[in-house]
Nanobody
Framework: VQLQASGGGLVQPGGSLRLSCAAS????????MGWYRQAPGKQRELVAV???????NYADSVKGRFTISRDNAKNTVYLRMNSLKAEDTAVYYC???????????????WGQGTLVTVSS
């Protein structure tokens, strides 16, 4: 199983970006997909998560600015980020709780991270 994240880059304060993360491999089922971020010198933190068939949850710091969505047919999760601030600068990681064919346990897999830099 691989999670491939993309879409990071340099953006000015107030700007927007959309991150994408596609899961591929021997996947039977996906329970939830989400985005985390890690800023320099800080711990990794949850940004947003979207469980299958349920509403998304967001960190308070991004509510109203970020939107997480999924394309289940493509095993892909997106993060639309609007009104970006300098404090959103971080490496963004996607993850997925998924079940591979032949397994009985859901495991968490992580993408490689994509850097988002918000600066003028």
């Amino acid at each position: 199983v691989q999670l491939q994240a993309s879409g990071g880059g340099l953006v000015q304060p107030g700007g927007s970006l959309r991150l994408s993360c596609a899961a591929s491999g021997n996947i039977f089922s996906i329970n939830a997909m989400g985005w985390y971020r890690q800023a320099p010198g800080k711990q990794r933190e949850l940004v947003a998560v979207i469980p299958t068939g349920r509403s998304a949850n967001y960190a308070d710091s991004v509510k109203g600015r970020f939107t997480i969505s999924r394309d289940n047919a493509k095993n892909t999760v997106y993060l639309r980020m609007n009104s970006l601030k300098a404090e959103d600068t971080a490496v963004y990681y996607c993850n997925a709780d998924l079940l591979v064919w032949g397994s009985s346990d859901y495991l968490t897999y992580w993408g490689q991270g994509t850097l988002v830099t918000v600066s003028s």
